[in-house]
C-alpha cells in the first residue's frame, strides 16, 4: 500500500514538472488581405491591448516568421540555408521554442517572463514576444541579421492583414533573455517583436 501511495505522489510530480508543449492548429498558408494592402498598412503599433491572440493567430505568425514553405526550406532567405535563427516565444504562461517541423511551441520555461522580453511598458502587457535568437556556430556575418529582417517583415505584413498590433525591437537586455533561456556563448539574441491584439 506504502509503495502504491509512494509510486502515485511520484508520478504525480513528476507530471506536474512535465513540460507543457502546446501543439499548434494548422497554419494558414493562404488568404489575408492582398500584399499590396498589408505592405501599404504595416506600421509599428506599440500599444497592444493585455487580451490573449487565439492560437490560430499565433500558428499563423509563427509560420509566416520562420515555418517551412518547402522540404527543408523556410518562409525566409539565410545565407547558404543555414537557417541559422531560432524563435522563442514569450508567452504570459512560460517562453517557448517554435519548432517548425512539429508545429509545436516546446516549453523551455515556465511562467510569466514578460519583462525579459524587452525594456519598453507595452513589452510587458502583449500577450505574445518573439525573440530571434542567432546560432553563432552557423552564421557570423551580417545574414543573420538579414533573415532575421525578413521574418520580422513578414510577421508585420501579417499583423497588417489581420489587424493586430505590431513592433520588431532591438531594445532587449541580452543577458538577461540569455540567463533565461540558458543561452550557451553561441547563441545571441538579436531582435524581439511584440504582437498583440490593438486596443
Ligand atoms: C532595427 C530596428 C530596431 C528597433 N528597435 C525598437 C525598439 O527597441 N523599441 C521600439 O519600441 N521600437 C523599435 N523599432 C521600431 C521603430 O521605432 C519603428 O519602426 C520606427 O519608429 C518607424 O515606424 P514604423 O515602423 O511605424 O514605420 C525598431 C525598428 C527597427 C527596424
New binding site residues.
Given amino acids: 500500500m506504502r509503495t502504491l501511495l509512494t509510486l502515485t505522489i511520484f508520478f504525480s510530480f513528476s507530471l506536474s514538472i512535465m513540460a507543457q508543449d502546446i501543439t499548434l492548429p494548422v497554419p494558414q498558408r493562404s488568404g489575408g488581405k492582398p500584399l499590396f494592402d498589408a505592405i501599404n498598412e504595416r ?2 503599433i ?1 500599444d497592444p491591448a493585455n487580451t490573449p491572440l487565439d492560437l490560430q493567430t499565433l500558428s499563423d505568425l509563427l509560420w509566416a516568421a520562420y515555418g517551412f514553405n518547402r522540404e527543408d526550406r523556410r518562409v525566409v532567405p539565410s545565407p547558404l540555408n543555414k537557417q541559422e535563427l531560432s524563435l522563442y516565444v514569450v508567452l504570459k504562461e512560460g517562453v517557448y521554442l517554435y519548432d517548425a517541423k512539429t508545429n509545436k511551441l516546446l516549453e523551455k520555461v515556465k511562467g510569466d517572463h514578460r519583462t525579459v522580453a524587452g525594456k ?1 511598458d507595452y513589452v510587458f502587457v502583449a500577450p505574445v514576444n518573439f525573440l530571434y535568437v542567432v546560432d553563432k556556430s552557423k552564421e557570423t556575418g551580417t545574414g543573420a541579421y538579414i533573415s532575421c529582417g525578413c521574418a520580422a517583415q513578414d510577421v508585420y505584413l501579417v499583423s497588417a492583414s489581420k489587424g493586430l498590433a505590431c ?5 532587449i537586455d541580452k543577458d538577461a533573455v540569455s540567463k533565461l533561456l540558458k543561452l550557451d556563448d553561441q547563441h545571441e539574441v538579436i ?1 524581439g517583436q511584440t504582437i498583440g491584439n490593438k486596443k
Wanted: no cysteine.
Fill in positions: 506600421q509599428s506599440k519598453q513592433a520588431v525591437r532591438t531594445g531582435a
